[in-house]
């Protein structure tokens, strides 16, 4: 008998068309088996570079001096790279990408670098790199909050409010912290937006059945392109703050929003703008990463939070939280640069905005035509997104098709992204995995 | 909430380096830093072919210059094919490259002398401390009463060689406290040098059989060894060669990683930087590349001062009375004893602390030398040891030995 039966084993199978699937499917599709299409293409998660948009030049020449320092006098990578190469090497221990990192919480420049993004992007309101804690990846740096959460004594369980839909990674997580998912759902109608009534009743749902610690959000919106306008933000921030929730906002795709006249405002900006009543109260976790839109470096694995009015204890439990380990370092010279990017007057400011501004206007231009294009089709209806880097179409589906879905143990929406991986070769998200259910079908 | 016993010395130890950085005057120019191993904080270089085939890959415009070796550009290229979307941003398959981790595979059967490795077996993380992580949160049943256990080592004394008796008694120690699952062992030791004879893994291989333990092989130190008669074997290996029905019945997980041996690339952890670097070290120049001569001589560079580290860690350490020092066979470490007189471990207990704690505080304080004390390591009650790490340029570890010696001549002297 197995040691491993005795072990905690939460197998929830895999709903959606694993990317083992996806991937099976182009072998064989290279291997001559018959299919209609060359090569499958996988558009279910956030990750442009998969789907053949081009990393940020700058970043990949300063990595790349990083990781082989003879590139600081190649000529042909541009002079600002190598003097930002320069600059960040002489922050690693022994001038070496291959050194640990000698905090667990992130390199003390790379926080430092941080706040003055975060300072100069919130129009000044003041940003302490003692706030922030660097790690691989969002996921593990949310984790890192969640577990904290689901720590201590309770005869309840830790409630998290979580958005329906969310972002398809979260219920994992939540699951995997011990916390109890509780759902508030978005106004489709209303472009996905975020509803005051409908959070009080979410919060009502938990009385006697789970403790509510917090409320998770992501702005722009995961999967549903919603970006929250000033007036949204602060009633979030206002429920929070009179229900005593620690607000954890997703952020990563801040540097997308690209519909038209739709400011980018975060949360820490309005928090601070709302007066000290909130902005000394309310405690605030908001998260960004490589995995930004314009940056596309998931694989990279590289994400900072600044928590704001937590307590000291709390906060150096955060900054602690992965010792004796710590992050990986060359993550960390990414986001150091994705923070402190090329200014007007260096030599590779140019390439770098046309870049940015390449990416910005992909994603405009695809969410515009996307949208119109599946609105024209019948059985679909797709709410225009303004950030973000999806969308989050809903399928009204034929009754004989929800009717086989049940028959063969599946959601319809999984059902329908199975034949269109089978039959198309595309690979997209089921709406379930984002929390939406049954009636309501959606593809990302 | 874990609390670090010794944070005390890692706070000290940075506010003595703030202190340097500004120009306090001290006995010492620098601190010498070898709590952990990380061969590159200390000066050791990167390998060159390891560094150009990651610049490449981060930046492909590098591929088609001059700039590089061609077969530096050429893994690259390959590599990039292998990444989704040609990048190594995108987000990588949960176990693995399939390509790398075939060619893992293929390294693993080969280390192993035949012993055949399925690639399906095989997973790939960000740091091996992840991994041991995941597979222990699978064997743990938090909900267990009582506990679920994980035999541990603790270096031993004789010649820290694992005795199966001890294992006995380790299992016979839990009844009733815990509920053994696992046995983790590592191999080459650390912080223990002691690499095991092919005896001493089958004992523990049928030990583990017997009491139906789940293996836990840590072998990420199998590049250091450095003992002229040690060899290292993997367990994978041992355990194939014992053939049925032990080969097709214990269950093993034995993890590695590009940390240690001659990467020594702590910092580079998760995604495909990972991936890249494990595949350069299942996979290195050949000879006949343009990069092997580059890159054997920079190994051989990195082995020599091994084996010249040892040595000299022996002979001092021997030396010196109140020092007594093991031959290290490999690992990343030495891990000497320390026979205290007992007016520093009076003087230890009125301040409150381990009394290898207390000499390792001193230690930094007068020589600006940081090594970790063995109360960590859980060594047998009453006895003391130092850990270091002997990953260093030879000048360093000479410094290191030079303030060292100095240091404990005063203390011995001081507490007679």
């Known amino acids: 008998m197995s040691s491993l ?193 409908e959070l009080h009743r979410a919060l009502r749902t938990t009385r006697g059945h789970c403790s509510p610690r917090a409320i998770y959000i992501s702005n722009p919106g995961n999967p549903t392109g919603h970006v929250q306008d000033r ?214 | 909430m874990k609390k670090l016993d010794n944070t005390v010395l890692a706070r000290r130890a940075n506010q003595i380096k703030e202190e340097l950085r500004q120009k306090l005057r001290k006995p010492y120019k620098q601190v010498i830093d070898l709590y952990w191993g990380d061969p590159h904080a200390a000066g050791v270089k990167p390998l060159s072919f390891v560094r150009q085939v990651l610049a490449a890959c981060l930046y492909p415009d590098l591929v088609n210059s001059n700039t590089l070796p061609v077969d530096v550009r050429q893994r690259a290229q390959r590599l990039l094919g292998e990444c989704a979307g040609g990048s190594v941003g995108s987000y990588t398959a949960t176990a693995g490259i399939p390509e790398i981790v075939h060619r893992i595979s293929e390294f693993i059967t080969k280390r192993d002398g035949g012993a055949p490795s399925d690639p399906e077996n095989i997973y790939i993380s960000p740091g091996s401390q992840w991994a041991l992580r995941n597979i222990l949160k699978v064997l743990v049943n938090s909900q267990a009463s009582p506990r679920t256990g994980v035999l541990t080592p603790g270096p031993e004394e004789q010649g820290w060689e694992l005795h199966v008796e001890e294992l006995h008694r380790a299992l016979d120690s839990a009844k009733g406290l815990c509920n053994p699952v696992a046995l983790y062992v590592i191999n080459p030791g650390n912080p223990a040098g002691y690499v095991q004879s092919r005896k001493t893994m089958q004992e523990v291989i049928r030990f583990a059989s017997e009491k139906r333990l789940f293996l836990l092989a840590d072998e990420v130190y199998q590049e250091c060894v450095h003992g002229e008669k040690s060899e290292f074997l993997s367990y994978k290996r041992v355990l194939s060669e014992m053939g049925p029905p032990l080969s097709d019945t214990v269950e093993l997980a034995s993890f590695h990683s590009a940390s240690k041996g001659f990467m020594g690339e ?64 490999g690992g990343g470490f030495a891990f000497p004893r320390l026979h205290l007189p007992p007016k520093a471990i009076q003087k230890a207990k009125e301040m409150e602390m381990e009394p290898d704690l207390f000499y390792c505080m001193r230690l930094l304080e007068e020589a600006g030398v940081l090594v970790k004390p063995g109360m960590e390591n859980g060594p047998k009650e009453g006895t003391h040891h130092i850990r270091f790490c002997i990953m260093n340029p030879e000048d360093t570890m ?15 002297k001081d507490f007679s």
């Open chain 2, 266 to 329: 702590c910092g580079l952890r998760g995604g495909y930087v990972e991936l890249i670097a494990l595949d350069l070290m299942t996979d290195p120049p050949q000879p006949g590349d343009p990069s092997y001569p580059l890159y054997s001589e920079e190994t051989q560079h990195i082995k020599t001062m091994m084996v010249h580290n040892v040595k000299r860690v022996f002979e001092v350490l021997n030396s010196l009375p109140g020092f007594s020092c093991k031959p290290m066979e």
């Open chain 1, 5 to 197: 039966q005795e072990g905690d084993l939460d197998l929830r199978g895999t709903r959606a068309p694993s990317r083992l699937q996806a991937a099976r499917g182009t072998e064989e599709s290279a291997q001559g088996a018959e299919k209609p299409f060359q090569e499958v293409m996988d558009v279910s998660t956030g990750d442009p570079h998969r789907a053949g948009m081009k990393p940020v030049s700058f970043v990949r020449q300063v990595l790349a001096a990083c990781v082989y320092p003879k590139l600081l006098d190649e000529k042909s990578l541009p002079l600002d790279a190598r003097q930002r190469a320069n600059t960040l090497l002489g922050v690693c221990s022994g001038r070496s990408v291959g050194s640990y990192c000698a905090t667990a919480y992130g390199i003390p420049y790379v926080c430092k670098s941080v706040t003055e993004f975060i300072m100069r992007r919130d129009g000044g309101v003041s940003s302490n790199p003692e706030d922030i804690v660097i790690s691989s990846g969002s996921t593990k740096t949310l984790l890192i909050v969640l577990h904290l959460m689901a720590s201590g004594e309770g005869e309840t369980p830790t409630g998290v409010l979580t958005p329906m839909p969310c972002p398809h990674t979260l219920p994992t997580l939540l699951n995997m912290a011990g916390l109890t998912l509780v759902p508030y759902q978005l106004l489709e109608d209303q472009g996905w937006a975020v509803e005051l009534d």
């Open chain 1, 231 to 444: 007036k949204s933000i602060e009633e979030v921030i206002r429920f929070a703050a009179t229900e005593g929730l620690v607000l954890l906002a997703d952020e990563v795709y801040q540097d997308s929003v690209y519909g038209q006249g739709t400011e980018s405002l975060s949360y820490k900006r309005v928090l601070f703008e709302m007066g000290k009543e909130y902005s000394k109260k309310v405690e605030l976790v908001s998260f960004h990463s490589l995995s930004s839109a314009c940056m596309g470096e998931c694989g990279l694995r590289g994400a900072y939070m600044e928590a704001v009015n937590l307590d000291p204890v709390v906060m150096k439990y955060l900054r602690d939280a992965q010792a004796p380990s710590s992050p990986p370092v060359l993550p960390q010279l990414a986001l150091e640069v994705m923070v402190n990017p090329p200014t007007p007057e260096d030599p590779s400011y140019k390439t770098y905005s046309q870049e940015i501004l390449h990416s910005m206007t992909t994603l405009s231009q695809n969410a515009q035509r996307a949208c119109e294009f599946l609105n024209d089709l019948s059985g679909i209806k797709c709410q225009p997104a303004r950030g973000g880097v999806f969308l989050f179409p809903r399928l009204h589906l034929p009754p004989q098709m929800v009717e086989e879905a049940k028959m063969l143990g599946v959601e319809a929406d999984v059902l329908y992204c199975q034949r269109l991986l089978e039959e198309e070769g595309v690979r997209l998200g089921a709406g379930c995995e984002n929390g939406q259910v049954d009636p309501n079908f959606h593809i990302r």
């Open chain 2, 398 to 412: 000479e410094e290191m030995l030079s303030r060292l010696s100095s240091f404990h001549t005063q203390f011995m």
